[in-house]
């Protein structure tokens, strides 16, 4: 199975409004998640079964879908939103597949 | 709070065997019910899901990586252990160990989990 990120990168400012998609290659019901990473870090879990926020994660995070088509939304950007994002299929019964990534940057 | 630490060598010759230990702490490893994940990245790139080991001892890898991986556990010493025969330049890479939390169990016996806790992440290099 494949997880396609777009776009790959985008640029935005403080206060936007943003949307990352991520497709599947076959449909994968609910079974994603979404993540942020910032440079030298670890990754940091935001949202899992498509649209539950992690605890302890801000409500300006959002997340839809299901099937093949997901979203994660960035509702107003902080600047500690400036990060890269990964989406991952979490059906133990496939490989447990990441995104490409989209890479978020300050305009 | 738990708490993840990957460890190992930080240089590998072509050809031989990565092995990286991930120990935990806060937390037992034989409690039942977590899946204790390798994910990769190689410089600069995206991350890549190497597998996992369940609480039972089960094991599921990544099919691009099936034939040179294997995962263990050592419930003694509260560690999971990762090794990838036959490295190559290619399997240079940040390795990172982290815990699956179980968060909904299909009627078809698939199980969805979340990387909750994630270890700092190590720099293998291979060299030749």
């Known amino acids: 199975i494949q997880l396609t990120q777009s776009p790959s990168s985008l640029s935005a400012s403080v206060g936007d409004r943003v949307t990352i998609t991520c497709r599947a290659s076959?449909?994968?019901?609910?079974?994603l998640a979404w993540y942020q990473q910032k440079p030298g870090k670890a990754p940091k879990i935001l949202i899992y079964a498509a649209s539950t926020l992690e605890s302890g994660v801000p409500s300006r995070f959002s997340g839809s879908g299901s099937g093949t088509d997901f979203t994660l939304t960035i509702s107003s950007l902080q600047p500690e939103d400036f990060a890269t994002y990964y989406c991952?299929?979490?059906?133990?019964?496939?490989?447990?597949?990441f995104g490409q990534g989209t890479r978020l940057e300050i305009k | 709070q738990v708490q993840l630490q990957e460890s190992g060598p930080g240089l590998v010759k072509s050809s031989q065997t990565l092995s990286l230990t991930c120990t935990v702490s806060g937390g037992s490893i034989s409690r039942g019910g977590y899946y204790w994940n390798w994910i990769r990245q190689h410089p600069g790139k995206g991350l890549e899901w190497i597998g996992y080991?369940?609480?039972?001892?089960?094991?599921n890898y990544s099919p691009s990586l099936n034939s040179r991986v294997t995962i263990s556990v050592d419930t003694s010493k509260n560690q999971f252990s990762l090794k990838l025969s036959s490295v190559a330049a290619a399997d240079t890479a940040v390795y990172y160990c982290?815990?699956?939390?179980?968060?909904?169990?299909?009627?078809?016996?698939?199980?969805?989990?979340?990387?909750?806790?994630w270890g700092q992440g190590t720099l293998v290099t291979v060299s030749s």
């Open positions: 076959q449909g994968i019901s609910s079974y």
């Open positions: 080991i369940y609480s039972s001892g089960s094991t």
């Open positions: 991952q299929q979490v059906n133990s019964f496939l490989p447990l597949t």
């Open positions: 982290a815990r699956g939390f179980p968060y909904y169990y299909d009627s078809n016996g698939s199980v969805s989990h979340r990387f909750d806790y």
